[in-house]
């Protein structure tokens, strides 16, 4: 292992701000220094050049000491895993020939004044100095060989069918009592007990996440069976009013007829950019939620939340464009530590999950930087920080668990939005990053209560992100749409939630096919993943495409262009049976299609309306109107915006017609976002976002209709001809076992649907 230190990690203000939290604590700690250091292991039998390596690093060997009564720690990368940056560095220098198999980026501080080791204190000072989801402490840079440690491949594991509730529960599956007993039945009639690969695919699909079991369930409210599912009213809306709907719910996102337009694009041939002749243009719309991984690791969380939903506008269809995009937050109390608010009572709060004031300080950069270094402005959103106490003792209502709102708009063209069914022998792709042991088991981990998962699996669902990477294969994704009828991509799925143990079979089966793949071809950098790791990890950036065999080399030579990593990694087989192989050994999966996505148990909630609460009535008197508006201005729902909308690029791209700042001082307070069909003309798309939650505590269908209303309100600002012209993307989020309110659920959604 080479080490190098480079130049100072922490402005003076930065450094002063981490040495009075420490300060708090052992208030005679000092930090007297604090500096990059580059962690560097190099390929087999090479000599790197370290003053190369120093100039490009601006680094130097370590050799500096502590001051006298200092000590350093290290912050790296968490141990086992490979950080962003070390994706981005590792690449480049390999690139550039230096014989550098690895490089990770670290953090030392000297610190003068640390107590003992077994000082009682010391778990909040660990607590200040590192984030464990993502991070590690180490005591000397030695320690820091652990992360270039390869550790052997993990085996797969058989599980026997009278062990499934404890499987269910040590690898954290969710699986209901019904899906268990199905399991049970369908590999009884196989003779055989399932892979853990297996039965991780299968709770990923069947996920409330991927599946949305309690949307698709049968209810019976107040002892009377309902007559509709609530996804059964939400496709209602469309069936109601389908005009210049091209596509919605049967695609990674929804399509709607645009106006036509002029691409500004390269040519396919000569690679120059040009204005194409006019051509009907479509747009996709989606809006999505990444909560579990913002509450357990804000950062990583909200960028993997923006960049998941930027892969499902470019995965529509043959090929969608990414152009403009929108971020929203809801959260409990800030109890920001040196400005307490009357309002904010003391209480005990979830050990495991970040505060609300931590969301905020890293949710919103993490949501910005991926658009950002993507490329793709952010034109809207909100931010609601709303918690409520209850009579019940120890009980409020509260946005602990947070919502972290992804949405945007994206660009097609009209003979693109349709897919390709795959056909026997057409090639399986993956496109894009390498696997590693990230967001395991995350469609299923958000789908358990808060709280009854194990801190391993809060960890293993832990996600990173790397927008260039992703950059990279949307570039791909381009080149291939402006082919037009000759696009080499039949059918795509951005890969998700599961991993490719979701994305794969989807593929394969909304084309009606099997498959069969060799695990052994996936890209991969931890050679320590089992089968089942492999299969299921959640590493993102990764799209999965279906290619016919002629075309094949038109694909790989786009690739190459834009230096996109892919790898075909199996074919389309007729046979609707899904076998995955693995290194020679016994296939790590080899089950019928329709044991994944056949008819699983249905879902049956039996559910009650809560009583009705009294709300006590307002009493004006007693209020002080100045005190009562200073509040209310000062409350972050109501307050400034402007920090979550100056960390954004609003211009990237040139189709933005209408940000957030409007009026003469360029305050944040537009009702809506405007971007743009083309360069030249004078048409486009307009996007606002309407929220009602906290309503829903008094009544659930008022929210909801108060909520499109907003939306359709803020709509006002563009010219809009008609309704018919509008289009809703609606989330739902509700704690759906909780006191009657799924049925309050159901409310909401058949007053909308």
């Not at 290290?74 to 490089?103: D, Y």
């Not at 009980?395 to 390709?420: C, F, H, N, S, T």
């Not at 001082?665 to 971007?675: F, R």
Request: negative net charge; hydrophobic residues 40%; glycine residues 10%.
């Amino acid at each position: 292992m080479i080490v190098l230190e480079g130049l100072p990690a922490l402005s003076p203000f930065r450094r002063d701000r981490l040495q009075a939290r420490l300060r708090q604590i052992v208030p005679d700690l000092g930090v007297t220094g604090a500096w990059h250091v580059y962690f560097l292991q190099a390929e087999p039998a090479t000599s790197p050049d370290l003053g190369a390596l120093g100039r490009i690093l601006e680094g130097c060997p370590a050799q500096a000491e502590p001051a006298a009564g200092a000590q350093s720690r290290f912050v790296t990368p968490r141990l086992g895993t490979v950080s962003p940056w070390a994706s981005k560095a590792t690449e480049i220098l390999k690139g550039a020939g230096h014989g550098i198999k690895r490089v990770e980026r670290g953090l030392r501080l000297d610190l003068a004044g640390l107590p003992a080791a077994d000082d009682p204190r010391w778990p909040r000072l660990a607590h200040e100095l590192f984030d464990p989801m993502t991070q590690s402490l180490l005591s000397s840079r030695g320690d820091a060989v652990a992360l270039f440690e390869e550790l052997p491949a993990g085996a797969l594991e058989r599980i026997p069918l009278d062990q499934l509730a404890e499987a269910n529960r040590r690898l954290g599956l969710a699986l209901s009592d019904d899906e268990l007993a199905y399991l049970v039945d369908r590999y009884g009639a196989l003779g055989r007990d399932p892979s853990d690969a297996e039965l991780m695919m299968f709770a990923q699909a069947n996920s409330e996440h991927c599946r949305h079991k309690i949307f698709n369930a049968r209810y019976s409210i107040d002892g009377e069976d309902m007559p509709h599912s609530l996804f059964g009213m939400i496709r209602n809306t469309h069936a109601q009013a389908p005009q210049l709907t091209l596509s919605a719910y049967k695609d990674n996102a929804a399509v709607v007829e645009g106006f036509a337009g002029r691409r500004f694009r390269s040519d396919a041939a000569s690679g120059e950019y040009r204005h194409e002749p006019v051509r009907d243009s479509a747009f996709c719309i989606k809006v999505e939620t990444h909560n579990h991984p913002t509450a357990i690791s804000p950062f990583p969380g909200a960028s993997t939340g923006a960049g998941g939903e930027i892969r499902d506008e470019g995965a529509t269809g043959r090929g969608g464009k990414p152009k403009v995009g929108l971020t929203g937050f809801s959260v409990s109390h800030l109890r920001i530590p040196t400005l307490p608010q009357v309002w904010e009572q003391p209480r005990e709060l979830n050990p495991r999950m970040a505060s609300a004031f931590e969301i905020m300080m890293d949710g919103p950069l993490g949501g910005a930087a991926f658009n950002n270094e993507f490329g793709r402005p952010n034109l809207a959103g909100y931010f609601r920080s709303f918690e409520m106490p209850t009579d019940q003792a120890g009980l409020a209502r509260a946005y602990d668990k947070p919502i972290m709102l992804a949405g945007g708009l994206g660009a097609m063209d009209r003979e693109q939005v349709r897919k390709l069914p795959l056909r026997a022998g057409d090639a399986v792709i993956v496109l894009g990053g390498p696997a590693m042991l990230i967001g395991l088991g995350g469609g299923a981990a958000s789908s358990v209560a808060s709280g009854q998962s194990s801190q391993a699996l809060d960890f293993a669902s832990v996600q990173r992100d790397n927008p260039e990477m992703e950059r990279r294969c949307q570039e791909v994704i381009d080149r291939c749409v402006a082919l037009g009828a000759d696009n080499p991509i039949r059918f795509m799925h951005d890969v998700g939630a599961g991993g490719l143990s979701n994305a794969i079979p989807e593929l394969l089966h909304d084309s009606g096919v099997g498959g069969v793949i060799d695990l052994g071809k996936v890209p991969c950098v931890d050679p320590s993943l089992s089968p089942m790791q492999l299969w299921c990890n959640e590493s993102q950036e990764r799209y999965v495409l279906g290619v016919a065999g002629q075309d094949l080399a038109a694909f790989e030579t786009l690739c190459a262009r834009e230096r996109c990593p892919y790898a075909i990694v199996g074919t389309a087989a007729a046979e609707q049976t899904l076998v995955v192989g693995y290194q020679g050994r016994e296939p790590a999966i080899d089950m019928p299609m329709d044991l994944l996505f056949g008819k699983a148990p249905k879902m049956h909630r039996d559910t009650a309306h809560p009583a009705a609460v009294r709300w006590p009535r307002l009493d004006s008197n007693a209020i002080d109107l100045r005190e009562a508006g200073l509040r209310v201005l000062s409350h972050p729902t109501v307050a400034s915006k402007n920090f979550l909308v100056t960390i954004g690029d609003r211009s990237v791209g040139g189709l933005c017609s209408r940000d957030q700042m409007v009026g003469p001082w360029q305050l944040p307070l537009a009702d809506c976002a405007i971007s743009l069909t083309d360069f030249v003309g004078v048409s486009g798309e307009a996007m606002s976002v309407g929220e009602r939650t906290p309503l829903a505590l008094i009544d659930a269908a008022a929210s909801a209709r108060m909520a499109v209303g907003e939306a359709i309100t803020n709509l006002a600002a563009a010219p809009v001809s008609s309704l018919a012209e509008v289009k809703l993307s609606a989330n739902w989020m509700a704690a759906a076992s909780f006191n009657g309110e799924d049925a309050l659920l159901y409310d909401a959604v058949q007053a909308v649907g």
